[in-house]
Nanobody, 124 residues
Framework: QVYLAESGGGSVQDGDSLTISCAAS????????VGWFRQAPGKEREFVAT????????NYGDSVKGRFTISRDSANDTVILQMTRLKAEDTAVYFC?????????????????WGQGTQVTVSS
């Protein structure tokens, strides 16, 4: 069992950057594929990014490709999502999730453990 906690959300302006983090307790994050998803009001949960256990493989949703970067901070056992050139449509609650499986999983049902989410609001 792993417990996930997101941090770093907030309110920014269009074009700004923001970094959010996912920390774990119970087990180390390196034991899992870790993904970021987001959900805006009235919309389905959307895949944002995922990273392999070693950090060597990453995958991104089309809407964030080229603007967001997912990485592992092994020293602190966290997974970081660096978001640049933020737009109003990036406004959502961002969730990190951990998966026991393998491969670049992009569906929410592929992930077993979830954090509570952190709000990111981008004002135009």
């Amino acid at each position: 069992q792993v417990y996930l906690a997101e941090s770093g959300g907030g309110s920014v302006q269009d074009g700004d950057s923001l970094t959010i983090s996912c920390a774990a307790s119970g087990r180390t994050l390196s034991s899992y594929f870790v993904g970021w998803f987001r959900q805006a009001p009235g919309k389905e949960r959307e895949f944002v990014a995922t990273i392999s256990r070693s950090g060597g493989l990453t995958n991104y949703g089309d809407s964030v490709k080229g603007r967001f970067t997912i990485s592992r901070d092994s020293a602190n056992d966290t997974v970081i999502l660096q978001m640049t050139r933020l737009k109003a449509e990036d406004t959502a609650v961002y969730f990190c999730a951990a998966a026991l499986g393998y491969g670049m999983m992009i569906r929410p049902q592929d992930y077993t453990f979830w954090g509570q989410g952190t709000q990111v609001t981008v004002s135009s």
